[in-house]
T-cell receptor, first 113, second 114 residues
Framework: SQQGEEDPQALSIQEGENATMNCSYKTSINNLQWYRQNSGRGLVHLILIRSNEREKHSGRLRVTLDTSKKSSSLLITASRAADTASYFCATDRGGGATNKLIFGTGTLLAVQP | EAGVAQSPRYKIIEKRQSVAFWCNPI?????LYWYQQILGQGPKLLIQFQNNGVVDDSQLPKDRFSAERLKGVDSTLKIQPAKLEDSAVYLC????????????FGSGTQLSVL
């Protein structure tokens, strides 16, 4: 079963604009992770945010986590054509003792040059 | 550092045939995962190994799917017999300890069942 639901399902923006993707989940989590998948390739880890963290940055990426609302957002600033990919959130319900990653349905981002 | 290796890259078979996928995780990674990704969906966990023991296989259709991880290193996933609905990308991933950390994915095997 899918734990996370990403919103929107698809997003098209112009190069240089910011892209925001949201993820909602249903149960308590240990951490939440975001992955990128280019067409025909495997997933690449972007960022991990733990349940006791509220915001995290990595380069042009900013992730927020609101455990009270069971939601997270991924912001990509100053987007580039190379950012075109599918983005997935994954919630870890393993309690820290073991990974139990459940992936969402994904957001397809298209960055127009 | 070498990544997660998977083979074959593509496989086309007819329904009721058998197929096997191979995965070699990153050296030293204790945890290995097999995910199934149907077109347009997120990856779904099929089975998770910690070393050579199974941690979670609750979503593995055990009447037709089997997986093993001999010696706690590489792994094979088998489907026998295949159904049309098994058409998907099969992704292998590994992580160092399997405790609240990131996963490293291979490029996947794209399976088409005709």
């Amino acid at each position: 079963s899918q734990q996370g639901e990403e919103d929107p399902q698809a997003l098209s923006i112009q190069e240089g604009e910011n892209a925001t993707m949201n993820c909602s989940y249903k149960t308590s989590i240990n951490n939440l992770q975001w992955y990128r998948q280019n067409s025909g390739r495997g997933l690449v880890h972007l960022i991990l945010i733990r349940s006791n963290e509220r915001e995290k940055h990595s380069g042009r990426l900013r992730v927020t986590l609101d455990t009270s609302k069971k939601s997270s957002s991924l912001l990509i600033t100053a987007s580039r054509a190379a950012d075109t990919a599918s983005y997935f959130c994954a919630t870890d319900r393993g309690g820290g003792a073991t990974n139990k990653l459940i992936f969402g349905t994904g957001t397809l981002l298209a960055v127009q040059p | 550092e070498a990544g997660v290796a998977q083979s074959p890259r593509y496989k086309i078979i007819e329904k009721r045939q058998s197929v096997a996928f191979w995965c070699n995780p990153i050296s030293g990674h204790a945890t290995l995962y097999w995910y199934q990704q149907i077109l347009g969906q997120g990856p779904k966990l099929l089975i998770q190994f910690q070393n050579n023991g199974v941690v979670d296989d609750s979503q593995l259709p055990k009447d037709r799917f089997s997986a093993e991880r001999l010696k706690g290193v590489d792994s094979t996933l088998k489907i026998q017999p295949a159904k049309l609905e098994d058409s998907a990308v099969y992704l292998c991933a590994s992580s160092l300890l399997g405790m609240g950390e990131k996963l490293f994915f291979g490029s996947g095997t794209q399976l088409s069942v005709l």
